[in-house]
Structure formats: structure tokens, C-alpha cells
């Protein structure tokens, strides 16, 4: 896993408790803030935006993403996804996958809460495996 230095690390985090705050979760009532690092040293952010048709409600993360690759932006160092669940929260299935889309696996996926728990993962750990852009190459 990368080594993050502790400002950028907070910084990041930062960012994504800020993302949580403009979260749409009227339904569920689960919000979730996510803001990324890209490897140019810019950080991205997303929340959760829920929708009265529930199957087209989109989390966080993948709101992050989208939003980095809209200004350009494809590559990554880490992910933060906060909460303020007393339990820490992962990422779900999909968001897994479009993580895996975009970062090495080796990088840290990070769960951190009000309390300032953190949690670290890397992509091998939640999504073993995985099916990544390097398996549709062919050689």
C-alpha cells in the first residue's frame, strides 16, 4: 500500500466531510461524502445522491470518480469515504469495481467516521481479483 503523508491525508479527508454535508439522502437517510486524491494532486470530491426511483440512486464514490474524469482526471492515489456510522463504511459492490477501474490495485481505500476512526483496504483486499481494464488487453 502507498505511504500517505498525514496533511494530504486530512486534507483529503476534509474534503470528503465537506461532500458528505451536500449529500442527497432523503430516502435512506444514509449519507456518504467521498473525495479522492488524484496523482496530479487534485482532490475530487462526491456524495451519495439518492432518488425516488431507488435503482438510480448514486453513491459517493462513483460520483467522485465521474466527477475527476469529467475535469480530466483518470489516475489516483487514494479514496476517502466518510460517514457518521459508528461502524465504518466500505465501499459497495459497485463502487469496488469502478475503484478498481481507476486505481492501482495496491491503493489505499480509506473509511473514516465523526469519531475519526479510519479504516484502511486496498483494492485486492475489497475486490480480489478484480476485472480491470489490463484483462481486455490483448497480447
Keep these: 500500500m502507498i505511504e ?16 458528505f454535508f451536500n449529500a ?22 462526491g456524495c451519495n ?19 475527476a474524469v469529467v475535469q480530466g482526471e483518470k489516475e489516483f492515489s487514494f479514496i476517502v469515504i466518510y460517514t457518521e456510522e459508528e461502524r465504518l463504511t466500505p465501499p459497495c459492490g459497485a463502487c ?10 495496491d491503493a489505499p481505500i480509506i473509511a473514516v ?4 476512526k ?3 483496504w486496498s483494492i485486492d ?3 480480489p481479483d478484480a476485472f480491470t481494464p489490463k484483462d481486455l488487453i490483448k497480447g
Design 4 to 19: 500517505i503523508n498525514h496533511p494530504q491525508l486530512q486534507n483529503v479527508i476534509d474534503a470528503a466531510k465537506e461532500s
Design 118 to 120: 479510519k479504516q484502511f
Design 96 to 105: 469496488r469495481q469502478v475503484i478498481a477501474e481507476f486505481f492501482e490495485h
Design 49 to 67: 445522491v439518492e432518488n425516488a426511483s431507488y435503482g438510480l440512486t448514486v453513491c459517493a464514490e462513483r460520483n467522485c470518480l465521474a466527477s
Design 24 to 45: 442527497h439522502a432523503p430516502y435512506s437517510e444514509f449519507r456518504v461524502g467521498a473525495a479522492a486524491l488524484t496523482k496530479n494532486g487534485i482532490i475530487v470530491q
Design 125 to 127: 483486499e475489497l475486490l
Design 113 to 116: 467516521n465523526h469519531k475519526d
